[in-house]
């Protein structure tokens, strides 16, 4: 079976992301999810640590009946020209990679791989940064994600470190 990588932050892990995944599935690959930004935490941009965001992505993919081969946290190296050959020197063998993000789409090309562009569902409400400032500004977040996404946001404290993280 062939294997597909889905990349990203998970700042949190939302219905978005689900969708992305159950489309891996239902294309046919075995999944592997790949945490990025691994070093980053407790920031507005990356509120949440690796470990919290791993413990979202499983508890997600487990309420959603998907299986994954591997979840994987990996650190940035802010360098495009080494950040795939970073990546891959971490991770199972897989084939496919899919993503929204143009950047990543292009480096994993240039790689020679074949990429899968993600068309985003509902990106008005299920995107990071909207549910971020409405966790800081203590306005509806939790619809946007999964029941068992909540109760991890909320036993994470992520209300109230959004708000002390939140610009001023």
Request: glycine share 6%; proline share 5%.
């Amino acid at each position: 079976m062939s294997v597909a990588l889905l990349p990203g932050r998970f700042q949190p892990f939302h219905r978005g992301h689900v969708a992305i995944a159950q489309t891996v599935v239902t294309d046919g690959h075995e999944l592997i999810v790949m945490i990025g930004s691994a070093q980053e935490e407790v920031t507005w941009e990356n509120p949440f640590s690796a470990s919290e965001r791993r413990e979202m992505v499983s508890a997600g993919l487990t309420a959603a009946n998907l299986e994954t081969k591997a979840i994987v946290a990996i650190g940035d190296v802010n360098d495009n020209s080494r950040w795939v050959s970073h990546t891959i020197a971490q991770l199972p063998p897989f084939d496919y990679v899919y993503s929204a993000n143009s950047l990543v789409q292009r480096l994993f090309r240039e790689a020679d791989y074949s990429v899968s562009t993600v068309e985003l569902q509902n990106r008005q409400v299920w995107e990071g940064a909207a549910i971020r400032q409405a966790l800081a500004a203590d306005e509806a977040w939790e619809t946007a994600l999964q029941p068992e996404i909540v109760a991890l946001v909320r036993r994470f404290g992520g209300p109230e470190r959004l708000r002390k993280l939140a610009p001023k």
